[in-house]
């Protein structure tokens, strides 16, 4: 079941804790020194995932507001990573093979770090100016081998002549990217130039704008096939996954 519950830590601790599948959610308020007066103790926000099937670590990922929603982590984003690894899911199966995965708008990049831990290699994407975050969370939770299997790379939605110089993926990755109407157009052009018969798509959002949410997906579907995932431990949080697939 999904749980939050918050977690007094020590006092230069503030913990908020939230179980996701297998899972564990925390965003932390460490009191460090300030930049500018040493002497001076500043709250630093950040958030700590935790997945005991695959890390021998948590994860860690800095809020960086700067950025907006790109610097935030959120919900769908654990929601995916729990079926990346769950055998049940066809999603699981991506897993193994040689196997061309992109993310589009990779916000923190939590999605293709864990991805990279289980063994396979992806392409994160996202606007230029989101980048130096991917690159940085990257580097600071995974190394060597892992780390290889990873590449950051720049993607506007909508450039198709980009799009078919990058050519064709396997499985396509989007979390939380269904929240501007003015972007469904783009998103949808993207995913388009970026699969072919036999690509998959998961999509996965936290319902906040019921309107423009659907008819994001009714002009998937003029496009593609979709079929709603279930969540078995969601109780709360709203999340939707569809797998999606090209008509043919």
């Not at 060597?144 to 950051?152: D, S």
């Amino acid at each position: 079941a999904m749980h939050i519950r918050m977690v007094s830590g020590s006092d230069d601790f503030i913990v908020f804790e939230r179980k996701v599948g297998e899972m564990v959610h925390r965003f932390r308020s460490k009191f460090v020194p300030s930049d500018k007066d040493p002497s001076v103790k500043v709250p630093q926000q950040y958030t700590e995932i935790q997945a005991p099937a695959h890390f021998d670590k948590g994860l860690i990922f800095p809020l960086n507001k700067d950025l907006g929603e790109a610097g935030c982590m959120f919900q769908s984003e654990i929601v995916m990573c729990n079926f990346m690894g769950d055998p049940s899911c066809e999603l699981s199966s991506y897993m193994s093979g040689e196997r061309r995965i992109v993310e589009l708008g990779c916000g923190t990049g939590l999605l293709g770090i864990v991805i990279a831990q289980m063994g396979q290699r992806v392409v994160l994407t996202d606007m230029p100016h989101v980048l130096g975050q991917v690159e940085d969370n990257v580097r600071a939770n995974l190394e060597g081998e892992a780390a290889a299997r990873v590449e950051v790379s720049p993607l506007t939605w909508g450039d198709e002549e980009h799009h078919r110089e990058r050519g064709t993926f396997d499985l396509v990755l989007c979390s939380d990217l269904v929240y501007k109407e003015e972007t469904k157009e783009p998103l949808v052009a993207t995913l388009r130039a970026v699969t072919r018969p036999g690509s998959l798509i998961a999509m996965a959002f936290e319902r906040r704008r019921k309107a423009v949410e659907d008819s994001f997906m009714a002009l998937c579907a003029e496009h593609f096939e979709a079929d709603q995932l279930a969540i078995p431990y969601q109780e709360d949080n709203g999340v939707l996954v569809y797998l999606m697939r090209p008509r043919v």
